[in-house]
């Protein structure tokens, strides 16, 4: 079964840091482009970052300079490390693997269930 378990999630002041993990499944993790994505309460889903299996990288405007997200291949693992946090980050952040399809057959998209951030004094 396929999965996508996120973890990291937390209370946090303002200025402050968190790093999320998602642990993917092997078979989703090597070959699928990988996101973190987030929705505050009353707002649409929107991107925070997206990292492709080659390693390159982008980032939603409101979080460049801030976060970064990266990729273990070798624990089928990626992270955002959050740095100087604000109040306008509180949301849930999911964890989502892109559409893969070659000649063996497609897989993905896939969401993992989220995992809450909360930034306030």
């Known amino acids: 079964q396929v999965q996508l378990v996120e973890s990291g999630g937390g209370l946090v002041q303002p200025g402050g840091s968190l790093r999320l993990s998602c642990a993917a499944s092997?078979?989703?993790?090597?070959?699928?482009?990988m996101g973190w994505y987030r929705q505050a309460p009353g707002k649409e889903r929107e991107l925070v970052a997206h990292i492709t299996s080659s390693g390159s990288t982008n980032y939603g405007d409101s979080v460049k300079g801030r976060f970064t997200i990266s990729r273990d291949s070798s624990k089928n693992t990626v992270y955002l490390q959050m740095n100087g946090l604000k109040p306008e980050d509180t949301a849930v952040y999911y964890c989502?693997?892109?559409?893969?399809?070659?000649?063996?057959?497609?897989?993905?998209?896939?969401w993992g269930q989220g995992t809450p951030v909360t930034v306030s004094s």
């Open positions: 092997g078979s989703i993790f090597r070959d699928n482009g």
């Open positions: 989502h693997a892109d559409r893969y399809c070659s000649r063996r057959g497609c897989n993905g998209p896939y």
